[in-house]
């Protein structure tokens, strides 16, 4: 982030990166929150507030309360009237703090989580791969029947053709028998 100023990042995963924001220079008045910053390096990196002859960013990291703030891993603050919301401000740099960090983690309904997968995308996944074998176990199935059936059909009119042929060799025979006779 750099130079940006007055955006509004929500309902965001920010997990296991170097850093989970980085604020190169002069970026202020931006929202977080409903964010989850699980287990980054930096949660978040501000080069102005790391190096003095760079203006260090003020931005804005909680929505208020009750609606709170975002998801910090190493938030080590207790929660003693069990509102979901830390007692204490996650400090991130002067200036900048959340000051309604949350509990848990928000649940974002339209982004699986990796670590743990909702049922239905796991089932789902599972099942995708074996249809396309069913179906070609089906047709398989189906082949081997047609070819079967059209074997059964040729030896049938072979075995017919057969006894036709044999059948006209006796009556010959026959009238050769009563010829003679
Ligand atoms: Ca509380």
Not at 4 to 30: L, V
Request: glycine content about 8%; hydrophobic content about 30%; some cysteine.
């Amino acid at each position: 982030m750099s130079q940006a100023s007055h955006n509004t990042f929500s309902g965001n995963n920010i997990t296991k990166n170097a850093a989970g924001i980085y604020i190169s220079e002069s970026s202020n008045n931006n929202t977080f929150h409903h964010n989850n910053f699980i287990n980054n390096t930096m949660q978040v990196y501000d080069i102005g507030a790391e190096f003095p002859h760079i203006p260090s960013s003020v931005n804005i990291w909680d929505d208020g309360y009750p609606s709170g703030g975002n998801y910090w891993s190493d938030y080590t603050g207790g929660d003693a009237n069990g509102d979901g919301v830390g007692d204490t401000p996650y400090e991130i740099y002067a200036n900048n703090q959340d000051n309604y960090p949350l509990m848990k983690p928000v649940v974002l309904a339209d982004s699986p989580n990796e670590e743990t997968p909702p049922n239905g995308s796991s089932t789902q996944k599972s099942l995708n791969p074996a249809l396309p074998i069913i179906a070609a176990l089906i047709l398989l199935i189906l082949v081997i029947c047609a070819v079967a059936y059209k074997k059964l059909q040729s030896s049938k009119t072979s075995l017919g053709g057969e006894t036709k042929a044999s059948i006209t060799r006796l009556k010959n025979d026959l009238t050769f028998f009563r010829k003679r006779k």
